[in-house]
């Protein structure tokens, strides 16, 4: 079976032109405090083509009229580094994992005389020297300079006369079509999610903090085999939870409230997605019933929405119009355009490598995608915020709800909490 790393490098050299190459970094762990760093995180372009977790890698691809090939170059380790952080990865290992031939992985230290060689005519290479530079251009603000224009210096000095590309253009692409292992890795990430979220209706009475409910989370998913959190967790009570990315989790729980968690596992690199609300005594009042039913509905027939050939728009206003039809029903608004006073985000995302992973919107949806459908409803005035969250597939003819298992329905919400 073709390795699936080899797999997305082929799909990505078919939409890149001739005379072209491709270099990507796996980056390294960003700067603490002091002596520490935060926990690496391999750049996820960088993963999807290589399924490597090691930082300071590099990956470059060639590709010409006659052959294309894939070059990695990774740290040789030293005796310092072994004594202190470990070994890095070895050659066989990171040609195991990649599918790039073992006689094609070098030493970083060689990179840049490698590169050199490249441009002179390809020379040992066998190949003609490129004339395209396709990079990772993601900015994290629209004013800073791409990280890999660091991470490349010497290749943007020395050698002007590379057209320079977006490779994110077309990785992006690529990234919304799910194959078999990546529904697996997901599928994984949200069953961990769910046995998380049962851990904090078991504890859900006997807590008196949010934070104590996001450490539940936490310790059962990691307990589960999951590399943690997704992202940061969610834990919302009362009028916090009409705030769409409270994070500070440190206020006291109050009897008569619901707490809305947007939360989610990290499995293989891959997160999932999930929101629930839950009333904090466990038992809806009325007022949270009717406004929770509402959500429920939208999340549901949204799901239901879901096929081939519909586009972000028609969903988006789909599942728009109804939650405004609803909330006329019982008086909350008068007329539909009022919404957005009580609904502020839109219906959900693409959801891989990255929890709002990278896509194209302005497309159709096609099989293979994976998306979330989290509508809402935010009344401040009324301390009450409300999100049904789960994470979708879709397939040839419709969708296929991923999360199903995670329970979302009143009544089993509330046996569930009077059992604990």
């Known amino acids: 079976m073709e390795n699936t790393y080899v797999k997305n490098r082929n799909n990505l050299i078919d939409r890149i032109e001739n005379k072209s190459v491709v270099i990507l970094d796996s980056g390294k762990p960003a700067h ?19 399924g490597l977790n090691e930082p300071n890698v590099k990956l470059m691809i060639l590709k010409d009229d006659k052959k294309t090939v894939a070059y ?9 580094m072994r004594q202190w952080v470990g070994e890095s990865i ?43 530079l396709y990079m990772d251009l993601y900015r994290i603000k629209p004013t800073e300079e791409p990280i890999s224009h660091n991470q490349f210096e010497f290749v943007l000095k020395s050698y002007k006369e590379l057209n320079v ?19 697996e890795m997901l599928k994984k990430a949200i069953d961990i999610t769910e046995v998380g979220l049962n851990k904090i209706m078991g504890n859900l009475k006997s807590r008196k903090n949010e934070f104590q409910l996001e450490a539940d989370f936490l310790h059962e998913i990691r307990l589960e085999g999951s590399d943690g ?13 009409t705030v769409l990315h409270y994070e500070e989790n440190n206020c006291a729980l109050e009897d008569g409230n619901l707490i809305l968690f947007d939360l989610g596992a990290l499995y293989g690199n891959y997160g999932s997605d999930i929101s629930r609300t839950y009333p904090i005594n466990g038992k809806f009042s009325e007022r949270q019933k009717i406004l929770y039913e509402i959500v429920l509905k939208v999340n549901k027939e949204a799901i239901e929405f879901i096929k081939p050939g519909i586009t972000w728009k028609e969903l988006n206003n789909y599942a728009k ?19 957005i006073k009580y609904y502020y985000h839109s219906i959900g995302h693409f959801l891989g490598l990255d929890v709002h ?38 397939t040839k003819k419709g969708s296929k709800n991923l999360s199903k298992n995670i329970i979302k329905e009143v009544k089993d919400i509330e046996e569930y909490l009077s059992k604990t």
């Open 229 to 241: 959190n997704s992202f940061d967790t969610i834990a919302a009570s009362g009028k916090n939870a």
């Open 90 to 132: 070895t050659k066989e290992a990171a040609s195991e994992i990649s599918g790039i031939e073992n006689s094609k992985i070098h030493y970083l230290s060689k990179f840049e005389q490698f590169f050199r060689s490249m441009m002179t005519y390809g020379r040992g290479l066998g190949v003609t020297h490129p004339v395209n």
């Open 321 to 339: 119009g109804m939650l405004a039809k609803e909330c006329m029903k019982i008086g909350l608004i008068q007329d539909e355009d009022e919404i």
């Open 165 to 183: 590309k977006n490779a994110n253009e077309h990785i992006s692409y690529l990234r919304m079509f799910k194959s078999e292992l990546e529904i």
């Open 357 to 394: 992973d990278v896509g194209h919107h302005d497309i159709e949806l096609q099989e293979g995608m994976v998306l979330t459908i989290e509508p809402g409803l935010y009344i401040s005035e009324e301390g009450i915020g409300i999100r049904v969250e789960d994470d979708i597939l879709v």
């Open 32 to 50: 603490k405090t002091t002596d520490q760093f935060h926990q690496y995180i391999p750049n996820r372009n960088f993963y999807y083509l290589t």
């Open 72 to 80: 990695l170059f990774i740290e040789e380790t030293t005796e310092y």
